[in-house]
């Protein structure tokens, strides 16, 4: 019978620390995103070919985007956004991989015997989604208080007039709703989308689950890149200049 | 009860945000056709739009999918 399970399963407890299989697979992604890094970067030809072409051809086309929404500032919040993009992608995609629900340890559950996936899609967990959602407001206090000081705090509290207050208290109100908007927006269209593969490979294993992989794939690109793009928008807001 | 309720959260839930997806995209269309040469432009501005609507058709799913499995 078909067992999906919302929250992560866990597979082992490091001391009392319990580690869940999008745990791992985070932890897995993030060591292949410093060791394609590092070996991408250590012999730089000055005419591109091959791997290092497909690089740059990504990274300009990503920061030619950058720079029409940012201008001047597109310099400093590249490589925040940038990884943003990538971590979120690859964690999207790792979703698909084959071998990602049907390896792993049969437990008994509740008298059931149920089988534990090793390993879960990275952001098909709120866990993972609530964390880079925590980091890019975060980063979007950081940057607004690093470019504007402490006037920073005007665009919540502007005691000039009511409407401004109010307005201000609506912005604060915005930016705790930017959290759960973040994490649920990417967590739901991942995980719907592994319930969707799960619900089609259960139905008609045959053929008909490629288009819905292929659209998957497609998902995955469009969340990353709204999460990117949108965290780059109201950073843009955050820093900008008061006196248009 | 629980049954009809997954389904009609996302039912009812799916409706306006496939509505507003329709009108943005038929805007950006518009848009378009009268200045092919912002073409880009408008489709990462409309692209972005989407995402806020569907965020809130994903927010219907999300509940529905606890009621569903959270016993």
């Given at each position: 019978?078909?067992?999906?399970?919302?929250?992560a399963e866990i597979i082992?407890?490091?001391?009392?620390?319990?580690?869940?299989?999008?745990?791992?697979?985070?932890?897995?992604?993030?060591?292949?995103?410093?060791?394609?890094?590092?070996?991408?970067?250590?012999?730089?030809?000055?005419?591109?070919?091959?791997?290092?072409?497909?690089?740059?051809?990504?990274?300009?086309?990503?920061?030619?985007?950058?720079?029409?929404?940012?201008?001047?500032?597109?310099?400093?919040?590249?490589?925040?956004?940038?990884?943003?993009?990538?971590?979120?992608?690859?964690?999207?995609?790792?979703?698909?991989?084959?071998?990602?629900?049907?390896?792993?340890?049969?437990?008994?559950?509740?008298?059931?015997?149920?089988?534990?996936?090793?390993?879960?899609?990275?952001?098909?967990?709120?866990?993972?989604?609530?964390?880079?959602?925590?980091?890019?407001?975060?980063?979007?206090?950081?940057?607004?208080?690093?470019?504007?000081?402490?006037?920073?705090?005007?665009?919540?509290?502007?005691?000039?007039?009511?409407?401004?207050?109010?307005?201000g208290i609506l912005e604060?109100?915005?930016?705790?709703?930017?959290?759960?908007?973040?994490?649920?927006?990417?967590?739901?269209?991942?995980?719907?989308?592994?319930?969707?593969?799960?619900?089609?490979?259960?139905?008609?294993?045959?053929?008909?689950?490629?288009?819905?992989?292929?659209?998957?794939?497609?998902?995955?690109?469009?969340?990353?890149?709204?999460?990117?793009?949108?965290?780059?928008?109201?950073?843009?807001?955050?820093?900008?200049?008061?006196?248009? | 009860?629980?049954?009809?309720?997954?389904?009609?959260?996302?039912?009812?839930?799916?409706?306006?945000?496939?509505?507003?997806?329709?009108?943005?995209?038929?805007?950006?269309?518009?848009?378009?056709?009268?200045?092919?040469?912002?073409?880009?432009?408008?489709?990462?501005?409309?692209?972005?739009?989407?995402?806020?609507?569907?965020?809130?058709?994903?927010?219907?799913?999300?509940?529905?999918?606890?009621?569903k499995f959270v016993p």
């Amino acid at each position: 019978m078909l067992h999906i399970s919302l929250p992560a399963e866990i597979i082992f407890h490091l001391d009392s620390f319990p580690v869940t299989n999008s745990l791992l697979v985070t932890v897995l992604l993030t060591f292949l995103l410093l060791l394609v890094s590092f070996l991408s970067t250590r012999k730089v030809a000055r005419v591109p070919s091959g791997w290092q072409n497909f690089l740059e051809m990504v990274i300009e086309a990503f920061w030619n985007l950058t720079e029409s929404v940012a201008g001047k500032k597109a310099q400093r919040f590249f490589p925040l956004v940038f990884t943003f993009f990538l971590f979120i992608i690859l964690g999207n995609w790792s979703g698909l991989i084959p071998g990602f629900a049907s390896l792993g340890f049969w437990e008994m559950k509740e008298g059931r015997h149920v089988l534990v996936p090793l390993f879960r899609g990275a952001t098909a967990d709120l866990n993972t989604t609530l964390a880079l959602a925590l980091v890019s407001v975060v980063a979007i206090q950081y940057y607004g208080f690093r470019q504007l000081k402490l006037p920073y705090l005007k665009r919540f509290f502007d005691f000039k007039n009511p409407i401004k207050l109010f307005v201000g208290i609506l912005e604060l109100l915005s930016d705790f709703a930017k959290v759960i908007s973040f994490s649920f927006r990417l967590f739901g269209n991942i995980f719907a989308g592994e319930v969707l593969l799960l619900v089609t490979a259960f139905l008609t294993p045959l053929v008909v689950p490629v288009p819905f992989l292929l659209l998957e794939i497609f998902v995955g690109f469009i969340q990353a890149f709204i999460f990117a793009m949108l965290t780059l928008v109201f950073l843009n807001v955050a820093t900008a200049e008061e006196g248009h | 009860m629980e049954l009809l309720a997954v389904g009609l959260t996302m039912a009812i839930g799916g409706m306006v945000p496939a509505l507003a997806i329709g009108l943005l995209t038929a805007k950006a269309m518009e848009a378009i056709g009268r200045n092919p040469e912002a073409a880009t432009k408008i489709q990462t501005n409309m692209i972005l739009g989407i995402a806020f609507a569907e965020a809130i058709a994903i927010y219907a799913l999300v509940v529905a999918l606890i009621i569903k499995f959270v016993p």
